[in-house]
T-cell receptor, first 113, second 115 residues
Framework: SQQGEEDPQALSIQEGENATMNCSYK?????LQWYRQNSGRGLVHLIL?????REKHSGRLRVTLDTSKKSSSLLITASRAADTASYFC?????????????FGTGTLLAVQP | NAGVTQTPKFRVLKTGQSMTLLCAQD?????MYWYRQDPGMGLRLIHY???????AKGEVPDGYNVSRLKKQNFLLGLESAAPSQTSVYFC??????????????FGDGTRLSIL
């Protein structure tokens, strides 16, 4: 079953603009991760935020986590054409029987030069 | 430092054929995973391993088998390929507690078509 659901499914912006993607999940978590996937490649880890953290930064990336709303957002500032990719959130299956991350279906970001 | 390497990168099979996908990691990670990625469905876990000699079923294990004879290698086998197994297969590895509190490192995938 899908835990994380990203919103929007697709986003098109101009270079230099900010891009915001949202992720909602259903159950309690220990941490939430964001990944990027370029076309034809594997996923690349961006940020991991723990359930006791509210905000985390890495370069042009800012991730927030609201455990009361079971949601997270990924903000990419001053976007570049190279940021064009699919972005996925993933949560741990807290209380689940398997050691697994549950991935959402992703947001496809297109940054127009 | 290669990270996670998957072979082959592409393969076309006929229904009923068998094949093995190989995943190798050079990061000394305990945890390894096989996922499949289908349009509109995100990544789904097929099987995983928490250490050498161990394997466990994930979300969609039917029609697949796995083996982890060496810590660095995780093999995914299709016993009798079916068109429903046409997909992109990703291998990943991780360290940490239950493999869930550290990043997963992914290979670039194997694109498999079953005719």
């Amino acid at each position: 079953s899908q835990q994380g659901e990203e919103d929007p499914q697709a986003l098109s912006i101009q270079e230099g603009e900010n891009a915001t993607m949202n992720c909602s999940y259903k159950t309690s978590i220990n941490n939430l991760q964001w990944y990027r996937q370029n076309s034809g490649r594997g996923l690349v880890h961006l940020i991991l935020i723990r359930s006791n953290e509210r905000e985390k930064h890495s370069g042009r990336l800012r991730v927030t986590l609201d455990t009361s709303k079971k949601s997270s957002s990924l903000l990419i500032t001053a976007s570049r054409a190279a940021d064009t990719a699919s972005y996925f959130c993933a949560t741990d299956d807290l209380g689940g029987a398997t050691n697994k991350l549950i991935f959402g279906t992703g947001t496809l970001l297109a940054v127009q030069p | 430092n290669a990270g996670v390497t998957q072979t082959p990168k592409f393969r076309v099979l006929k229904t009923g054929q068998s094949m093995t996908l190989l995943c190798a990691q050079d990061m000394n990670h305990e945890y390894m995973y096989w996922y499949r990625q289908d349009p509109g469905m995100g990544l789904r876990l097929i099987h995983y391993s928490v250490g050498e000699g161990t394997t466990a079923k994930g979300e969609v294990p039917d029609g697949y088998n796995v083996s982890r004879l060496k810590k660095q290698n995780f093999l995914l086998g299709l016993e009798s390929a079916a068109p429903s197994q046409t997909s992109v297969y990703f291998c990943a590895s991780s360290s940490g507690i239950r493999g869930l509190d550290q990043p997963q490192h992914f290979g670039d995938g194997t694109r498999l078509s079953i005719l």
